[in-house]
């Protein structure tokens, strides 16, 4: 299994990302995907999290971004508005699957590097 990510970008304060992440491989079911970040000097956190029948964002990030699937492609998608510098980090695509591998296990994709100027 391999998660594919892209889209991010040097961005304004107030402008908008959208930032894709694409699950690969022997995807035999995704029980979860979505988004965590880890700004210089911080812990990683979520910042959303989809398992289909649910969505869950962090506090900072409600009302402002909005976490997308596509089932038919194994494609989430983050769209990003209203950033604020706040927002600068590095932004890890995640995926709970089960695979080839027989067991459910968390995936990561590569960081992308989102950076909000003031």
């Known amino acids: 299994v391999q998660l594919q990510a892209s889209g991010g970008g040097l961005v304004q304060a107030g402008g908008s990302l959208r930032l894709s992440c694409a699950a690969s491989g022997s995807t035999v079911r995704i029980y979860a995907m979505g988004w965590y970040r880890q700004a210089p000097g911080k812990q990683r956190e979520l910042v959303a999290v989809t398992t289909g029948s649910s969505t869950n964002y962090t506090d900072s990030v409600k009302g402002r971004f909005t976490l997308s699937r596509d089932s038919a492609t194994n494609i989430v998608y983050l769209q990003m508005n209203s950033l604020k510098p706040e927002d600068t980090a590095l932004y890890y695509c995640?995926?709970?699957?089960?695979?080839?591998?027989?067991?459910?296990?968390?995936?990561w994709g590569q960081g992308t590097l989102v950076t909000v100027s003031s």
């Open positions: 995640y995926g709970r699957i089960f695979g080839s591998t027989l067991m459910v296990k968390d995936y």
